[in-house]
């Protein structure tokens, strides 16, 4: 009972940040919106016993992705930006185009959903929880796609430093 | 009145999310707001990943989703490093303004 009340609030605050992160006028209003749709996954995900990732969105989307979001918007100025038309020219063909493409995913997910079966029975094993579960299968099954994707952030820390450098006395 | 949450309700709201973003991916010129509607996708792809892992009683999908998150943390820094290289030079941050290699 009280968790379908948590799940529609917390859907609803997902969905009316989704909303005003596409239709506000000025960055900085859609980045705060964003943040509200995070908090509300964040939600739905601690609702479905995963603290773990919980955790993990707010400290590294709402904490990390979002405040450099909100730098760059510092950085690159977008007050001319938000005066200007926010659409584009054939916003139409692209909002018929993605209503048609969610028609096609509803008619799916409708068709498909009397199909799922049941799981297997809710039980919490005993003794372990959910962030020492995911470690154990993280280190032990999954432990070379878990070193790659450290490469993979290593990769992406110098390409993003190396892109917004200041190109100062260029040599070549 | 109120009936107890299922899978289903997770999916809905999880089209419903990934459609708002690829709306917000089409229809927005500004690119900064462009890279957020990328992060809105991703969300929802988490959200339909961590139902399953619930439903299933599977811990993958929750391992899969930190991956997703993995994946979206590169992309933004990525993302928004091209995007100030290209403010640098060109001074505009809507995507109809770029067309360098319209034809």
């Known amino acids: ?172 | 009145m109120l009936h107890p949450i299922t899978t289903n309700h997770y999916l809905v709201l999880s089209v419903i999310l990934l459609i708002i973003g690829v709306t917000g991916m089409l229809v927005r010129r500004n690119i900064v707001v462009m890279m957020m509607s990328i992060e809105l996708i991703l969300n929802a792809v988490n959200v339909n990943l961590i139902a399953f892992s619930k439903h299933l009683q599977d811990i993958n999908g929750q391992i899969f989703a930190v991956f997703v998150i993995v994946v979206a943390v590169a992309e933004a820094a990525i993302g928004l490093g091209i995007l100030i290289a290209m403010f640098r030079n060109k001074e505009t941050v809507q995507v109809d303004e770029i067309d360098l290699l319209k034809w």
């Open chain 1, 1 to 172: 009972m009280l968790d379908t009340l948590f799940f529609y609030m917390f859907a609803l605050l997902a969905v009316a940040g989704a909303i005003l992160t596409i239709t506000m006028r000025s960055a900085v209003h859609c980045a705060i919106s964003l943040i509200g749709s995070l908090a509300g996954v964040a939600g739905l995900y601690l609702l479905q016993k995963a603290e773990f990732l919980f955790a993990v969105q707010l400290v590294l989307y709402i904490g990390g992705i979002m405040v450099l979001f909100l730098f760059v918007i510092m950085l690159v100025n977008l007050d001319s930006a938000a005066r200007e038309r926010q659409f584009h020219q054939r916003w139409i063909a692209g909002l018929a185009a993605s209503l048609l493409a969610g028609g096609g995913a509803f008619w799916l997910v409708s068709k498909g959903a009397p199909s799922i079966k049941a799981g297997p029975p809710q039980s919490l094993p005993a003794g372990v929880g959910n962030i020492e579960h995911i470690a154990d299968v993280l280190f032990r099954d999954y432990l070379a796609p878990f070193e790659l994707a450290s490469l993979l952030l290593l990769v992406a820390i110098v390409g993003s430093v190396v892109m917004a450098k200041k190109r100062t006395n260029e040599r070549t």
